[in-house]
């Protein structure tokens, strides 16, 4: 018999990172409206340890995608339905690398890491007065397609569940 469901681990990771990436995003939002205060620092403080700790789950979570077996495909491997939905599941990883990296090297190129490190609010610069720095602004611009791959993400199980009446989510749940 075939696999039906993820590994405990993948589907750990897959549901940790969830969460943690939904508050990198209302941080990440939040951040981007907010004046220069206290508030924005503490969000800059905590979207930056929300964003290391997706980073390494994500690191984790290639390593299971390497070594751990998965279910069988919901559609023949050569559907297109079925490639599509491997670019939005391979897409959300290179989509979250590049978001963590480029997040974490506009620390510094931005000079938000020093404020960090010291907790001292007043040495936080005010970086959207200068424009971004290109990291950045690729941190920002590809922010949008985690919001597009996360459209499709949903929107692929809703239409498995109405088209084929199978809930899928209980292949990525927990026993």
Same mark, same amino acid.
């Given at each position: 018999?075939?696999?039906?469901?993820?590994?405990?681990? $993948?589907?750990?990771?897959?549901?940790?990172?969830? @969460? @943690?990436?939904? &508050?990198?995003?209302?941080?990440?939002?939040?951040?981007? =409206?907010? $004046?220069?205060? %206290?508030?924005?620092?503490?969000?800059?403080?905590?979207?930056? %340890? @929300?964003?290391? @700790?997706? *980073?390494?789950?994500?690191?984790?979570?290639?390593?299971?995608?390497?070594?751990?077996?998965?279910?069988? %495909?919901?559609?023949?491997?050569?559907?297109?339905?079925?490639? *599509?939905?491997?670019?939005?599941?391979?897409?959300?990883?290179?989509?979250?690398?590049?978001?963590?990296?480029? &997040?974490?090297?506009?620390? *510094?190129?931005?000079?938000?890491?020093?404020?960090?490190?010291?907790?001292?609010?007043?040495?936080?610069?005010?970086?959207?007065?200068?424009? *971004? =720095?290109?990291?950045?602004?690729?941190?920002?611009?590809?922010?949008?397609?985690?919001?597009?791959?996360?459209?499709?993400?949903?929107? &692929?199980?809703?239409?498995?569940?109405?088209?084929?009446?199978?809930?899928?989510?209980?292949?990525?749940?927990?026993?």
């Amino acid at each position: 018999m075939e696999q039906q469901k993820y590994s405990k681990r $993948t589907v750990w990771i897959h549901w940790v990172s969830a @969460l @943690l990436i939904f &508050g990198l995003i209302y941080t990440g939002i939040n951040m981007e =409206h907010s $004046t220069h205060t %206290t508030e924005k620092f503490k969000l800059y403080k905590l979207h930056f %340890t @929300l964003g290391i @700790l997706v *980073f390494l789950l994500t690191q984790l979570r290639v390593i299971a995608l390497i070594t751990d077996k998965r279910p069988i %495909t919901l559609y023949p491997k050569k559907s297109l339905h079925q490639r *599509f939905i491997a670019f939005v599941h391979y897409g959300f990883y290179v989509v979250i690398i590049w978001m963590c990296i480029s &997040g974490i090297l506009s620390l *510094f190129l931005e000079g938000i890491y020093p404020a960090l490190i010291s907790s001292d609010f007043s040495e936080l610069p005010e970086i959207s007065k200068d424009g *971004f =720095h290109p990291i950045m602004l690729s941190h920002h611009i590809v922010a949008k397609f985690v919001f597009l791959l996360l459209i499709f993400h949903v929107l &692929g199980f809703l239409i498995h569940l109405v088209r084929k009446q199978e809930n899928t989510l209980k292949r990525i749940w927990f026993n």
